[in-house]
């Protein structure tokens, strides 16, 4: 499973949401710009972001946990919030999702919600853990 | 400036000429102070000396008292105080002798004046002996305030408290509408603990104007892959040295839109619908969702084709920015 905590550093809501979708992505925020001088001498320029990471996560929620992840992105989308994984690392990040997207997939009887609701987050930040 | 001797203290050491000597000797300084005098310096310099015959040791003494006043009358300002008094003992022997330098400046400087007192003591033992030179200078000085000037100071020492809680039922958490909202002192917004209590089965009803409607649009539920989608205004930059910086206003507009699409719409919704996106172009409507939630907002894309895949079978989708009453 997910948890989501906020507000850092004064948590004060969890909410757990089921573990991630396959394809769930974890990439480097540096960006490197190669260029050629006239005798061929290679030069690279680079842009670090230190430790900083981007996670991508995909859901397939029932409704009623949407709706739950709806209300967390809608009282905490402007603060740092603490991320545990399904892996057990302990991140503290932002949301970067804009906009955030829920979209109904299927239908799910017996589910709470009758829905399944798949959503994408977009994270931002550091590994403390 | 004149000298006055006033006493003289003699003391006969033996026969002969120049056995005697003048032991203590008082001299008074006689000034005269003008109206217009600016400075005043005294300069006094006093010689002694003896013979000694025999190895004995005689003791010098000097006895000096400056006392100069400079007296400020009104519009007369920054007048200068000097007493400069220089000794130098010196005692010829063999044997070591002790010299001593006292010296007392006492300096009072009123309104603002700055008040200094420096002392150069500078020792010497010459002797065969090896003897103990020390400087001891004692210096007072005192300052005296005329006006407080009180400056507050203020501390603001802000101490928040925040908790939080998880249950470990797995099968609630991550299925129901269950969010472990805590305690905090702080003024951060919470998410509500309880699911939105109009949530329901429904169907989409489209109203026109929002507030006492006179159009009313009944449409089947959207299909799947409808999409309900969040915009917040944010400021997202990332500074020079690469920390990421976000921040937004809660303030801010807030954009939530639907998508929607809608099929097996029949003829005669068609037409209602065609005539309701006519009268509402860019107007607030109703929109009843298939959750029974009620919102109010605009269709922001009017233009929106209805379809015709099939015989008297119509399909129409479009997109709605509003907010939830």
């Given at each position: 499973m997910l948890v989501l905590q906020a507000p850092l550093p004064g948590l004060t809501t969890t909410t757990v949401l089921p573990s991630p979708q396959f394809n769930d992505a974890q990439a480097g925020q540096h960006k490197v710009t190669v260029l050629r001088a006239m005798d061929g001498t290679r030069y690279t320029h680079v842009r670090t972001t230190a430790l900083r990471q981007k996670l991508t996560y995909q859901f397939a929620l029932t409704r009623m946990k949407a709706l739950e992840l709806c209300a967390f992105i809608r009282a905490y989308y402007r603060s740092q919030i603490r991320l545990t994984n399904h892996l057990g690392e302990v991140w503290r990040v932002w949301l970067v999702n804009n906009p955030f997207e829920f979209e109904a997939v299927e239908r799910a009887s017996g589910q709470p919600g009758n829905e399944i609701v798949s959503v994408t987050l977009e994270c931002e930040g550091f590994l403390e853990s | 400036m004149s000298l006055r001797s006033t006493r003289q203290y003699a003391e006969v050491l033996g026969a002969g000429d120049g056995k005697a000597r003048v032991g203590r000797q008082y001299i008074e300084v006689l000034l005269e102070l003008g109206l217009a005098a600016v400075s005043i310096t005294d300069t006094l310099g006093l010689v002694q000396s003896t013979e000694v015959a025999g190895p004995l040791r005689e003791a010098l003494q000097q006895v000096v008292f400056f006392r100069s006043t400079a007296v400020g009358h009104l519009g007369v300002i920054n007048r200068g105080v000097t007493d400069t008094l220089t000794f130098v003992d010196y005692a010829p022997s063999n044997i070591p002798a002790t010299v001593v330098d006292t010296m007392t400046l006492g300096n009072v400087g009123v309104r603002r004046a700055i008040?200094?007192?420096?002392?150069?003591?500078?020792?010497?033992?010459?002797?065969?002996?090896?003897?103990?030179?020390?400087?001891?200078?004692?210096?007072?000085?005192?300052?005296?305030?005329?006006?407080?000037?009180?400056?507050?100071?203020?501390?603001?020492?802000?101490?928040?408290?925040?908790?939080?809680?998880?249950?470990?039922?797995?099968?609630?958490?991550?299925?129901?509408?269950?969010?472990?909202?805590?305690?905090?002192?702080?003024?951060?917004?919470?998410?509500?603990?309880?699911?939105?209590?109009?949530?329901?089965?429904?169907?989409?009803?489209?109203?026109?104007?929002?507030?006492?409607?006179?159009?009313?649009?009944?449409?089947?539920?959207?299909?799947?892959?409808?999409?309900?989608?969040?915009?917040?205004?944010?400021?997202?930059?990332?500074?020079?040295?690469?920390?990421?910086?976000?921040?937004?206003?809660?303030?801010?507009?807030?954009?939530?839109?639907?998508?929607?699409?809608?099929?097996?719409?029949?003829?005669?919704?068609?037409?209602?619908?065609?005539?309701?996106?006519?009268?509402?172009?860019?107007?607030?409507?109703?929109?009843?969702?298939?959750?029974?939630?009620?919102?109010?907002?605009?269709?922001?894309?009017?233009?929106?084709?209805?379809?015709?895949?099939?015989?008297?079978?119509?399909?129409?989708?479009?997109?709605?920015?509003?907010?939830?009453?």
């Open positions: - | 008040v200094s007192d420096t002392i150069a003591l500078v020792d010497t033992a010459n002797g065969g002996k090896a003897g103990t030179v020390e400087d001891t200078a004692s210096f007072t000085q005192v300052v005296t305030t005329r006006a407080v000037y009180r400056r507050s100071i203020a501390d603001a020492l802000t101490l928040l408290h925040a908790g939080t809680y998880q249950s470990d039922n797995l099968a609630c958490v991550t299925r129901q509408y269950s969010p472990f909202v805590g305690f905090s002192t702080d003024t951060e917004t919470t998410p509500p603990t309880t699911v939105p209590a109009t949530l329901g089965v429904g169907v989409l009803t489209l109203t026109y104007p929002f507030v006492s409607p006179t159009t009313t649009v009944v449409l089947r539920n959207p299909e799947f892959a409808n999409k309900d989608s969040l915009t917040f205004n944010r400021v997202n930059r990332e500074t020079r040295g690469g920390t990421l910086v976000i921040y937004a206003d809660p303030n801010w507009p807030k954009i939530e839109t639907l998508q929607v699409e809608i099929q097996c719409i029949s003829t005669g919704q068609k037409a209602d619908l065609a005539a309701f996106l006519v009268a509402s172009l860019g107007q607030e409507i109703g929109l009843l969702d298939y959750e029974n939630r009620q919102w109010k907002g605009i269709i922001l894309d009017p233009d929106t084709a209805i379809a015709c895949p099939e015989r008297g079978d119509y399909t129409v989708s479009f997109e709605f920015e509003g907010e939830l009453c």
